[in-house]
């Protein structure tokens, strides 16, 4: 029998979604270039409605009875190996030690470094296509490096119940030739230019939702040499961008936030009842959309581990 704080949240998670909906029907109508007087009167109605509804939930969670006592909490021991976020991507492991704080969030990677095609080197003083044992090796280094800097530490998380307890998270890249979650192929290309950088996540659609499989050595992303330097990526956004960085953000499970007109309506329902705020698609200069940025919005599928792993369903943002 569901519990009264998962029924609060199913209720939440399905005025999300209508909210989505509604921001649908709203681009529907731009289609034609202008919405009337009427029709946005209508969909302030509605937005004013759901955003009400939001705000009662909010206190229906607030006034709800503790979830667990301190003691209880720092005993307890809390892991779990290939954790897929409710996004339906991404895999990592994750950990938390309830006494420091540490939540780890684990990337376990095979390096995979593929030659580059010689004609695209004619004439380049200097570069080679065939990968040098060197510059492997600190492609690597820096690699590990990036991530881990960039995409660890940026924001932390608090339970209501449980004072004076601040959650950190410290993303971790291991390197594996077996049980890894991502296989990382690194194109060789000539300096300066850049090629199309994707993750590949094997798994099933059931019922028009996609769920990665949490099975190792299945998941790929595509990388070329050139993903951990800036690139400008030709929009109007100043801030430039490193694609590996973007990459990593799919790799737990982060959609992309430029206008592709694909975004997932459980990624933006984990935004939603994290923030409070509507996701929305456009050249920013966020890390998931054309920026380098890393907001709050982007450590949701982390908040979304450490509810999964400690089971308790009240942590949220620290302000």
């Given at each position: 029998?569901?519990?009264?704080?998962?029924?609060?949240?199913?209720?939440?998670?399905?005025?999300?979604?209508?909210?989505?909906?509604?921001?649908?029907?709203?681009?529907?109508?731009?289609?034609?270039?202008?919405?009337?007087?009427?029709?946005?009167?209508?969909?302030?109605?509605?937005?004013?409605?759901?955003?009400?509804?939001?705000?009662?939930?909010?206190?229906l969670k607030a006034a709800l009875p503790p979830e667990i006592d301190k003691?209880?909490?720092?005993?307890?021991?809390?892991?779990?190996?290939?954790?897929?976020?409710?996004?339906?991507?991404?895999?990592?492991?994750?950990?938390?030690?309830?006494?420091?704080?540490?939540?780890?969030?684990?990337?376990?990677?095979?390096?995979?470094?593929?030659?580059?095609?010689?004609?695209?080197?004619?004439?380049?003083?200097?570069?080679?296509?065939?990968?040098?044992?060197?510059?492997?090796k600190k492609w690597k280094a820096s690699y590990i490096a990036l991530m881990?800097?960039?995409?660890?530490?940026?924001?932390?998380?608090?339970?209501?119940?449980?004072?004076?307890?601040?959650?950190?998270?410290?993303?971790?890249?291991?390197?594996?030739?077996?049980?890894?979650?991502?296989?990382?192929?690194?194109?060789?290309?000539?300096?300066?230019?850049?090629?199309?950088?994707?993750?590949?996540?094997?798994?099933?659609?059931?019922?028009?939702?996609?769920?990665?499989?949490?099975?190792?050595?299945?998941?790929?992303?595509?990388?070329?040499?050139e993903d951990l330097t800036f690139i400008d990526k030709g929009t109007d956004?100043?801030?430039?961008?490193?694609?590996?960085?973007?990459?990593?953000?799919?790799?737990?499970?982060?959609?992309?936030?430029?206008?592709?007109?694909?975004?997932?309506?459980?990624?933006?329902?984990?935004?939603?009842?994290?923030?409070?705020?509507?996701?929305?698609?456009?050249?920013?200069?966020?890390?998931?959309?054309?920026?380098?940025?890393?907001?709050?919005?982007?450590?949701?599928?982390?908040?979304?581990?450490?509810?999964?792993?400690?089971?308790?369903?009240?942590?949220?943002?620290?302000?």
């Amino acid at each position: 029998m569901a519990t009264k704080l998962e029924k609060i949240l199913n209720l939440e998670t399905n005025v999300i979604a209508m909210e989505q909906e509604l921001v649908k029907y709203h681009d529907m109508f731009l289609a034609d270039g202008v919405i009337d007087d009427y029709e946005q009167e209508q969909l302030d109605t509605m937005f004013a409605t759901i955003n009400n509804v939001v705000e009662e939930i909010f206190q229906l969670k607030a006034a709800l009875p503790p979830e667990i006592d301190k003691a209880t909490f720092l005993a307890g021991k809390y892991k779990e190996t290939n954790y897929s976020p409710p996004t339906g991507t991404g895999l990592f492991d994750v950990s938390l030690n309830p006494k420091s704080g540490r939540l780890e969030v684990l990337v376990k990677v095979n390096f995979t470094f593929e030659d580059g095609d010689a004609v695209d080197f004619n004439d380049l003083k200097g570069q080679s296509a065939i990968w040098s044992d060197a510059e492997i090796k600190k492609w690597k280094a820096s690699y590990i490096a990036l991530m881990e800097g960039r995409w660890g530490g940026k924001y932390h998380f608090h339970h209501p119940d449980l004072k004076n307890v601040t959650v950190y998270v410290d993303v971790e890249i291991d390197e594996k030739t077996s049980g890894w979650h991502y296989d990382l192929k690194i194109n060789k290309i000539p300096k300066g230019e850049m090629e199309q950088s994707s993750v590949t996540h094997l798994g099933k659609r059931t019922g028009g939702v996609f769920k990665a499989s949490k099975k190792t050595d299945k998941h790929s992303v595509d990388l070329d040499s050139e993903d951990l330097t800036f690139i400008d990526k030709g929009t109007d956004v100043k801030d430039k961008q490193k694609g590996a960085v973007h990459e990593f953000g799919h790799m737990v499970g982060l959609g992309d936030e430029y206008d592709d007109r694909k975004a997932g309506i459980k990624h933006a329902a984990m935004v939603r009842n994290a923030l409070g705020t509507v996701l929305t698609e456009g050249n920013f200069d966020d890390v998931m959309s054309v920026g380098n940025t890393i907001e709050k919005q982007h450590y949701v599928t982390f908040l979304a581990a450490l509810k999964k792993v400690t089971g308790l369903n009240k942590w949220q943002f620290k302000k």
